[in-house]
Nanobody, 114 residues
Framework: QVRLVESGGGLVSAGGSLRLSCRASGILFSINAMNWYRQAPGKQRELVAGIRSGGSTNYADSVKGRFTISRDNAKNTVYLQMNSLKPEDTAVYYC????????WGQGTQVTVSS
């Protein structure tokens, strides 16, 4: 049974930083690509960043240079380091695994105050 559990969200002032974590279970973590998505109120869920099993990464243009996705295969965990946060980064952030279907964590709220 696949399970994704996020943590690390919170309230931060503009310009601040947060690190999100997502621990996966029920899969062979090291061979799977992992993603972070976010959904702001009234908007569609969007891809923020992805990391493949080999470590290559991709980012949405809106977060390039500010966010960094990484993984620790020994801990079955993917991270999203978010720096220089802006109010428009406010959203619920979700960990995602695509394995025949989409698996999602419960989400973690990130709120950036101006």
């Amino acid at each position: 049974q696949v399970r994704l559990v996020e943590s690390g969200g919170g309230l931060v002032s503009a310009g601040g930083s947060l690190r999100l974590s997502c621990r996966a279970s029920g899969i062979l973590f090291s061979i799977n690509a992992m993603n972070w998505y976010r959904q702001a109120p009234g908007k569609q869920r969007e891809l923020v960043a992805g990391i493949r099993s080999g470590g290559s990464t991709n980012y949405a243009d809106s977060v390039k240079g500010r966010f960094t996705i990484s993984r620790d295969n020994a801990k079955n965990t993917v991270y999203l380091q978010m720096n220089s946060l802006k109010p428009e980064d406010t959203a619920v952030y979700y960990c995602n695994l695509k394995l025949g279907t989409d698996y999602w964590g419960q989400g973690t709220q990130v709120t950036v105050s101006s």
